[in-house]
T-cell receptor
Framework: RKEVEQDPGPFNVPEGATVAFNCTYSNSASQSFFWYRQDCRKEPKLLMSVYSSGNEDGRFTAQLNRASQYISLLIRDSKLSDSATYLCVPRPGNNRKLIWGLGTSLAVNP | NAGVTQTPKFRVLKTGQSMTLLCAQDMNHEYMYWYRQDPGMGLRLIHYSVGEGTTAKGEVPDGYNVSRLKKQNFLLGLESAAPSQTSVYFC???????????FGEGSRLTVL
C-alpha cells in the first residue's frame, strides 16, 4: 500500500458546485495533516492544516477519520480560481519528513 | 516580501557538468529543504537542514550535495549532472518543526 493515495482525477466541476476529495494514508502514527494546493507549473502553497478531527476555513472543510485512515477536503461554491492540484500531506509522528501524495487535479469550469 | 527565492529558475546542462542551485529565505527560518518533483511522483526530499551548519539526507540524496553556511541560504549542488536529474527543484523553509512550509517558485533543470 502506498504511503499516501489520492484519486488523481481530473475532477471537472461547474462553478458553484461542491466537490470532495479523499486521501488515504498508511502510517497510523500520522499526527498532523496538511492540504496544499499547487497551480500548474507553480510551487505548492499551504491551504489548510489539520491537527484534530477537522478544520474549516471559509469554503474549505477538511475532515480526518483516524480509524479508517483517511482525510477529506470539501470545497463548497467552487470558483474558477480553485482550479489546481490538491496535495494531501500526512506527517508521521515527530518525523520531520512530510509524505507527499501525487495530488488530485480539479478543474472548475464556467 | 521576497520569502523564498531560488536561482536560477531555468538551466540546461550537458551530462557531466556541475552546477549549484541557490535558495535564499528572508524569514529567519531554521529549517530548509530541497525537493524534486517529477511527473507521476510526489515531491521527494533530497536533503534538508535544521539549522545553520547542519545538513541531512532525505530520501533521494544520491548525486547531490548541500551546504548551509549561512542561515538564510541553502545550496544544492550537482557534481556531475545526469539526465535522470532532469526535474523541477523546489526549495522550502519553515520557522519551526510544525510550522507552515514556504516554497520557492522552483528551478527547472534539464540535463541533456
Amino acid at each position: 500500500r502506498k504511503e499516501v493515495e489520492q484519486d488523481p482525477g481530473p475532477f471537472n466541476v461547474p462553478e458553484g458546485a461542491t466537490v470532495a476529495f479523499n486521501c488515504t494514508y498508511s502510517n497510523s502514527a500520522s499526527q498532523s495533516f496538511f492540504w496544499y494546493r499547487q497551480d500548474c507549473r507553480k510551487e505548492p502553497k499551504l491551504l489548510m492544516s489539520v491537527y484534530s478531527s477537522g478544520n474549516e476555513d471559509g469554503r474549505f472543510t477538511a475532515q480526518l477519520n483516524r480509524a479508517s485512515q483517511y482525510i477529506s477536503l470539501l470545497i463548497r461554491d467552487s470558483k474558477l480560481s480553485d482550479s489546481a492540484t490538491y496535495l494531501c500531506v500526512p506527517r508521521p509522528g515527530n518525523n520531520r519528513k512530510l509524505i507527499w501524495g501525487l495530488g488530485t487535479s480539479l478543474a472548475v469550469n464556467p | 516580501n521576497a520569502g523564498v527565492t531560488q536561482t536560477p529558475k531555468f538551466r540546461v546542462l550537458k551530462t557531466g557538468q556541475s552546477m549549484t542551485l541557490l535558495c535564499a529565505q528572508d524569514m529567519n527560518h531554521e529549517y530548509m529543504y530541497w525537493y524534486r518533483q517529477d511527473p507521476g511522483m510526489g515531491l521527494r526530499l533530497i536533503h534538508y537542514s535544521v539549522g545553520e551548519g547542519t545538513t541531512a539526507k532525505g530520501e533521494v540524496p544520491d548525486g547531490y550535495n548541500v551546504s548551509r553556511l549561512k542561515k538564510q541560504n541553502f545550496l544544492l549542488g550537482l557534481e556531475s549532472a545526469a539526465p535522470s536529474q532532469t526535474s523541477v527543484y523546489f526549495c522550502a523553509s519553515k520557522e519551526k518543526d510544525f510550522g507552515e512550509l514556504f516554497f520557492g517558485e522552483g528551478s527547472r533543470l534539464t540535463v541533456l
